[in-house]
């Protein structure tokens, strides 16, 4: 309700002046993620948190294209929304018995998860003011638009991930790399990642699986004794 | 011929050592494994009689070895031989003294088995010479008898020298193997080791206590049966009432038996005064377990410890002799020791006998140096206080005659002889210190046989013979007072006793009296004659009065009579063992074996007598105990085997023993009426006179420090025909008359025994209470002694345990303060500190509730208080715009 | 101000962060489904990233997002990696602690209760 209010507000307020796209757009992703953000919270059935959630990543993903990290933004589709949330939702089929898809919560409870919640709130957008360097827009804000500020941010990325860097100060010609000075790439940190999904993925299959083999195996057990006798 | 002899000597000496060893082995087999052999350790008893057995085979052994190198001279009688013998001994020393006296006369004592080497040599480089005289050896073997061997006594040192070269003839020269098997402590000053001196002696001693021994263990393994099952005490009353009923004790006793045997040969064969002394205790000590073998009873544990103390007394003189001789002379050794030293050279240092009789002085008793210079010590200071060390020495050495011609040392002499003798009157029983014996009957009778009468009480009378040399006219008087008052003594008490085994115990202690009594007047071979003729007949007599308490139960002669019929093995040989003490015989025939014992030491007392007239109760006493002895002991036999029997109870169930008992009953009669008989040369007596010390066969004359001046005679004179025939007829009158009173009282019962004792009632009582010595030794020694005992534990209980109750009052209360310190304080800290940590424990796990939303809750207050924190902290501190 | 006018700022996606995060816990406070606070985990990641996103973003920043070049985009991409991965794992608890007890309430998950 809150953020409708707000994008009315807003929306009222763009008349006035010329429309900047740029900032329509992020106001328009920005009040899909947050607004579906808070229907997850609000939401009682699990299903319909799923479904919000998902959107409101989605949401989420066109914030980062309007940033310029377009790479991180198609990620942010495949693997969240495409991948954990498949699984997350995989979850919710597995154990969607009747009793569970709604679990009710206390009224008690609400209450004071939305006073600490807009506690920390209030914190959060303090923060988010207070520092002077990024309270405001660049200068040439105006002048710019999406398409022409920025180059695509994949090759630069995918050439960080395997060791080298295209960006910052090599490219610009200010430090080259017999400073020895320069940005290092992330070769090592996307090995370590990459294992750790690995041993995360394996972990993860071992526990879910293990109780179901002995249920299985004990079921077919007491079977085959029952046909005996 | 000489290397033969070293041979000899060390022949001898393995095979004596051998022959003492085995029953040590035979001690720690039983002690080891003597529950384990056999069924109550049944077989134990084979082990130790096995052991004494083979030991008495090497004795006998070592006899014949002997008896075939050095066959003894015939018995010689009458006076014919001493002029004789002398005027030979001068020629025949003369003959050599060009030859060898400058080499010889300064160390030559007794025959050391290394000395004879260097004779050999000698002879060697001699030739011819060496030839001629072993031609004299032979010829002296046959001219022997006519030169007698009353000799040596009068010799001079060329005498002496020839002596030596002459000892394997049989000649009547001393002839004695010494030597060390091990030196347990040695010094410059003192040497302990455990050494051999072997002579005839030695070996017939050997010989006599292996065979004893012998005979009882086998008599014993029958006597003490009744130990292979559980036995019941019948003496011992418990205090809830019932008797003591124990296991059997079999292997003990065997065991202690063994280490008897080991002990008793090791002093026979003992090399040197301090391993003398070492066995000497260790005989005590296993006197004190077979006394107390029966220890349950109250009686027989105060008997042994009664026979440990009083050895205990006797033993403290002994120290003070071996203290005297170690401290005057610095050597214990009877014989010669001979060391090759470092140039290789021959070092003879002479023993004890070559120290008090040297040869320089024909062997006749001279106070040694060391004891005139120790006498002399003021001066020897003067001296040393004038002229350099060097020059001390020589200048002391000029004066040494001197002073010893003033008498110095004389007493040194004295009292180390009255010393050991002390010892002896404690392990022999002599007067003083005789009470312990009749009390040591407590035993069991084998025990009583061998070690109370035949072997460990002879032991004294031994080491008094061993000794004798040192002895000095002082001390050979009071030896025999001391003899002569215990036998008395211990005659007239035995002659009121009705214990069977008592009666014998005293009877013991009076014959101990007579072989003192006659070494203190000059019989050596007559003292030590009667310690081997006595060690047969009264292990016989205790043999035979265990095997009438075997069948009795009784040690009561009153409860006795007529067993000759019921036990005719018994009753003949202990007739034959009542014969051989009292010293029947047909005069100047045959007799047994106490016949020739007791007459030769009568025959020196009565020459004793006629030389010194003033000590003519020695005689007397003799004499008298003479007739006292046949009297008890045909009053035992009569009383125990003739007439009706006086209890039908007692009489009822007698039985002869079983042929184990009796067979060592035959044996050893045969020996008690053989042991004195010679055939030719072959005889203890000749035997005897061969260990004879050197110097001890002329008289001697001295005294004057104890006694008036006294004359001991020569032995040899007591063989003239007056003495010896009055002393013979004497001895059978006596006897005779001994025998007759006790058959007046006991079998023809002409006089009542019972109104004699009414009539001199005091003199009865008196001798039934021993004389009072129990009462005496309590009132003066015991009871003085308690009650010092009980002084001093007042003074412990009242005095010093009460300072030690203050002081463990003081640390209790202490340490009761510091444990309340403990408890309160430091306890106190640390359990409040644990309370504390547990309660915060305990109140902080409601923290912990389970539940997942809330820790999330409280990450977002804390992350939100952090940061409220943060930043005013931060806006305190930088002013931020 | 105008908000369809003015240029968008790092506040903004600031905003949008803080929101998204805020709501992400306040999920995760509510949520008695255990797959319901495995979303609000999501939400709660997804607020980082938007920040992340937004501080390391040339567009925003012009010349001062050289200082921190890619890293910003890289980090989203590990955070985005990550969550991921913590996804699986969590659901495999998940599926674990719903085999045990039959339930996928949080609130019956204190057996370690003090």
């Known amino acids: ?229 | 011929m000489e290397l033969v002899e070293t041979d000899l000597g060390a022949t001898l000496s393995t095979l004596l050592g051998l022959a003492w060893l085995i029953p040590l082995a035979s001690f720690a087999a039983i002690l080891f494994f003597g529950p384990k052999m056999g069924p109550h350790g049944r077989n134990s008893a084979w082990v130790a009689t096995g052991a004494i057995g083979t030991s008495l085979a090497l004795s006998l052994f070592a006899f014949g070895t002997w008896m075939v190198n050095h066959p003894p001279a015939v018995a010689h009688h009458g006076d014919h031989g001493d002029v004789h013998g002398e005027d030979h001994g001068e020629e025949h020393g003369k003959e050599h003294d060009d030859s060898h006296a400058n080499n010889h006369s300064a160390e030559a004592t007794n025959r050391v088995a290394a000395r004879l080497v260097r004779f050999a040599e000698e002879q060697a480089a001699e030739g011819g010479h060496g030839d001629r005289e072993h031609g004299d050896h032979e010829h002296d073997g046959h001219e022997h008898s006519d030169e007698g061997h009353g000799d040596e006594g009068h010799g001079d040192e060329g005498q002496h020298a020839d002596s030596v070269e002459h000892g394997d003839t049989g000649h009547g020269e001393k002839i004695a193997y010494s030597g060390d098997w091990y030196a347990l402590y040695r010094s410059p000053s003192l040497v302990l080791s455990i050494g051999w001196y072997i002579d005839s002696l030695t070996v017939l001693l050997f010989v006599v206590v292996t065979f004893i021994a012998t005979c009882i263990h086998v008599y014993a393994t029958g006597y003490m049966h009744d130990e292979l099952h559980d036995v019941t005490d019948h003496e011992v009353t418990l205090a809830a009432g019932g008797h003591l009923h124990r296991p059997g004790r079999f292997p003990r006793f065997f065991q202690a038996l063994s280490l008897f045997c080991f002990s008793m040969l090791g002093i026979v064969i003992a090399g040197n005064l301090a391993m003398v002394f070492i066995f000497w205790e260790l005989v005590g000590i296993c006197s004190w377990f077979l006394i107390g073998f029966y220890f349950e009873r109250k009686s027989a544990s105060t008997a042994a410890n009664k026979a440990f103390i009083v050895n205990r007394v006797g033993d403290f003189g002994m120290l003070i002799g071996l203290m005297a001789l170690w401290g005057a002379l610095g050597t214990l050794h009877f014989g010669d020791t001979v060391s090759v030293d470092a140039e290789g050279h021959q070092v003879v240092e002479p023993g004890l006998f070559s120290l008090v009789r040297p040869a320089e002085n024909g062997h006749a008793l001279q106070v040694p140096d060391g004891m005139v210079v120790a006498a002399a010590a003021s001066r020897v200071g003067n001296i040393a206080s004038v002229v350099s060390p060097e020059d001390a020495r020589a200048v002391i050495a000029e004066q040494v005659s001197g002073w010893r011609a003033m008498g110095m040392g004389n007493w040194l002499l004295v009292v180390a002889g009255l010393g050991i003798f002390c010892g002896c009157m404690g392990k022999s029983a002599q007067v003083p210190l005789h009470v312990w014996l009749p009390d040591a009957m407590e035993g069991p009778t084998p025990v009583s046989a061998l070690v109370h009468s035949a072997t460990m009480v002879a032991a004294g009378v031994y080491l008094t013979g061993r000794f004798y040399p040192v002895l000095t006219p002082d001390v050979l008087v009071v030896i025999a007072y001391i003899g002569a008052i215990t036998l008395f003594i211990a005659a007239t008490i035995a002659l009121v006793c009705t214990d069977i085994k008592r009666v014998l115990a005293y009877s013991t202690v009076s014959q101990l009296g007579y072989m003192m009594l006659a070494l203190g007047v000059g019989g050596w071979v007559a003292g030590l004659f009667h310690l081997v003729t006595h060690a047969f007949f009264k292990s016989l007599l205790f043999m035979c009065s265990g095997s009438v308490i075997h069948a009795c139960h009784t040690n009561d002669m009153r409860r006795m009579g007529g067993l000759l019929k019921k036990m005719p093995y018994t009753g003949w040989t202990m007739l034959v063992g009542c014969l051989a003490i009292i010293g029947a015989g047909v005069p100047f025939v045959i007799g047994f074996s106490g016949y020739y014992s007791k007459d030769s030491i009568l025959a020196q007392a009565l020459l004793f007598r006629q030389i010194n007239p003033s000590h003519a109760i020695l005689w007397y006493a003799a004499a008298g105990g003479a007739a006292l002895t046949a009297f008890y002991m045909f009053r035992l036999w009569f009383m125990t085997f003739i007439g009706e029997p006086r209890d039908q109870e007692v009489a009822a169930h007698v039985h002869e023993s079983p042929s184990v008992m009796t067979t060592p009953l035959v044996v050893l009669s045969v020996m008690a009426v053989a042991a004195g008989w010679s055939l030719g040369s072959l005889g203890v007596v000749n035997l005897l006179e061969q260990a004879r010390p050197l110097g001890t066969a002329a008289g001697m004359t001295g005294g004057g420090l104890l006694t008036a001046a006294v004359t001991v005679p020569a032995e040899a004179a007591s063989h003239a025909e007056a003495i010896h025939v009055t002393a013979t007829w004497t001895a059978f009158a006596t006897a005779g008359l001994g025998v007759l009173l006790a058959a007046a009282f006991y079998v023809w019962r002409v006089v009542n025994p019972a109104v004699i004792a009414t009539t001199l009632r005091p003199v009865y009582v008196f001798l039934e209470n021993k004389w009072y010595f129990d009462e005496i030794y309590n009132w003066i020694f015991v009871k003085p002694a308690h009650g010092i005992a009980m002084l001093a534990s007042a003074n412990d209980r009242g005095i010093i345990d009460s300072i030690l109750h203050l002081a463990a009052w003081l640390s209790r209360q202490l340490a009761a303060i510091d444990a309340w310190i403990d408890r309160f304080l430091v306890d106190g800290l640390i359990n409040t500190l644990a309370n504390v940590t547990w309660t915060m424990g305990l109140r902080l796990r409601h923290v912990q509730t389970g539940r997942l939303r809330q820790y999330v809750m409280f990450i977002v207050v804390g992350t939100v208080a952090i940061f409220l924190l943060a930043s005013m902290m931060l806006s305190a501190t930088v002013a931020i715009p | 101000m105008n908000l369809l006018s003015d240029p968008v700022g790092v506040s903004h996606y600031l905003v949008v962060g803080a929101i998204l995060f805020t709501t992400g816990v306040v999920c995760m406070v509510v949520k008695r489904n255990a797959l319901g606070v495995l979303m609000g985990i999501e939400l709660v990641l997804n607020g980082a990233n938007v920040n992340f996103v937004a501080f390391g973003s040339p567009v925003l920043r012009g010349e001062q997002a050289s200082i921190l070049g890619l890293d910003g985009q890289a980090m989203a991409l590990f955070v985005i990696l990550l969550a991921a991965a913590e996804a699986a794992v969590a659901l495999a608890i998940t599926l674990n602690f719903y085999n045990n007890h039959a339930t996928v309430d949080v609130d019956r998950a204190d057996d370690l209760k003090g």
């Open chain 1, 1 to 229: 309700m809150i953020g409708t209010l707000f994008g009315v507000s807003s929306l009222l307020a763009a008349t006035s002046g010329g429309i900047n796209w740029h900032s329509f757009f992020f106001l328009l992703f920005a009040l899909l993620a947050c607004g579906l953000a808070v229907a997850v919270v609000l939401a009682d059935n699990v299903v319909r948190m799923a479904f919000y959630l998902v959107l409101s990543l989605g949401a989420t993903a066109g914030l980062f294209f309007l940033a310029g990290a377009e790479f991180v933004g198609a990620m942010q589709l495949m693997i969240y929304v495409g991948g954990t949330l498949v699984l997350l939702i995989f979850g919710v089929m597995l154990t969607a018995q009747e009793p569970f898809v709604a679990i009710k919560t206390p009224a008690r409870d609400k209450v004071l998860a939305g006073i600490v919640g807009g506690g920390l709130l209030a914190v959060l957008l303090q923060a988010a003011f207070t520092g002077p360097a990024w309270s405001e827009a660049p200068a040439d804000m105006a002048e710019r638009t999406l398409g022409q500020v920025t180059q695509p941010s994949a090759t630069p990325l995918g050439m960080a991930l395997v060791g080298v860097r295209v960006d910052g100060d090599v490219a610009s010609g200010e430090r080259s790399p017999a400073d020895g000075n320069v940005r290092s790439g992330y070769l090592l940190p996307f090995e370590i990642v990459s294992v750790h999904l690995l041993v995360v993925l394996v972990g993860a299959a071992y526990l879910a699986r293990t109780k179901r083999r002995k249920a299985v195996a004990i079921a077919r057990d007491e079977s085959t004794t029952g046909g005996v006798r």
